[in-house]
């Protein structure tokens, strides 16, 4: 394709739906103790026990060489611009690092921040890259991706605030610390940060919300849903299933595995639905 479409892993984008629409994965570092290595390299499983038992786990962004690289691969298979697309900055500094490689680069390189994370950046690079393949120029690409971030709403269920307020992730949301064990904290993504949504008790109540507001975001429009988390179980699964059968609008529906970059700031236990209207 003319314009190649490049993501960082935090984007959540199955494998194989990356392969198939021509979307590069920069990988985002994960640190435990002496070792720093692309998240990919590290074994799911081992990352969540260290979670789960309390061991440090780190983040840090992609090196700027990782993007270079990225774009030159790009560039040597016939793009003649690039649309780099990202996680919030107020997350994370992986967009710096792509804009220090896009200045490297001979051809345009559109480095965008999104704003958000997981799929709504997903769902965000999927439309960038179908435009890019329907033959569009590099700022129908960018307004594509542009369109789809600015529409997704993010709903997170966090069994604890620990892990935000241990990664310094935690924003706005650090209002809601120290509520009771029972209450179960749901958050979004908000002027690019994390950010309280509503105090449930109980985790079972705390997920029926988490579906109860899918629903209500989506309302009739055209939409798709992904369910995310570091390890699918039947929890997930209900939850596909009760918002298939709830949601009117809804064009295709996926079950995803969280990054674990993003597993390692929400907890292991953590659960995201992603709301993205169509345009």
């Known amino acids: 394709m003319p314009v190649a479409v490049i993501t960082d892993s935090t984007a959540c984008i199955p494998e194989q739906l990356a392969a198939q629409w021509g979307i590069s994965l920069v990988q985002v570092q994960i640190a435990v103790d002496d070792r720093v290595d692309d998240e990919s390299r590290f074994q799911r499983a081992e990352l969540i026990e260290l ?6 786990v780190s983040t840090r962004p992609p090196d700027a060489g990782a993007f270079f690289w990225a774009y030159q691969d790009a560039v040597s298979a016939g793009a003649d611009a690039i649309v780099s697309l990202h996680v919030s900055a ?9 804009r220090e490689a896009a200045q490297q680069v001979k051809v345009p390189v559109h480095v965008l921040d999104s704003g958000t994370t997981s799929m709504s950046l997903g769902f965000a690079a999927l439309s960038a890259a179908r435009t890019a393949a329907a033959g569009g120029q590099a700022q129908r690409v960018m307004e594509a991706a542009d369109r789809r971030y600015r529409a997704s709403s993010e709903l997170i ?22 509520s009771a064990l029972s209450i179960k904290p749901l958050l979004t993504v908000k002027d690019g940060e994390v950010a ?16 109860d507001l899918a629903v209500q975001r989506a309302g ?3 939409v798709d849903i992904a369910v995310a988390c570091a390890t ?14 709830r949601v009117p609008g809804l ?27 169509m345009s």
Not at 51 to 56: A, C, D, E, V
Not at 90 to 98: H, N, P, Q, R, Y
Not at 253 to 277: D, E
């Open 51 to 56: 979670l789960r038992s309390g061991r440090p």
């Open 251 to 277: 064009n295709d529906i996926f079950l995803v595995q969280a990054s674990t970059v993003i597993a390692a700031h929400v907890g292991p236990g953590a659960l995201g639905v992603t709301i993205a209207p």
């Open 157 to 178: 269920y966090v069994d604890t605030l620990d892990y935000l307020r241990r990664g310094g992730r935690i924003g706005a949301a650090s209002a809601m610390l120290g």
């Open 232 to 245: 699918p179980s039947d929890r997930e699964m209900t939850m596909v299933q009760q918002l298939r059968g």
């Open 220 to 222: 009739e429009a055209k």
């Open 196 to 211: 309280p949504l509503a105090r449930v008790p109980g985790r079972k109540r705390a997920l029926a919300k988490v579906a």
């Open 90 to 98: 107020k997350l994370s500094a992986t967009v710096e690092a792509a």
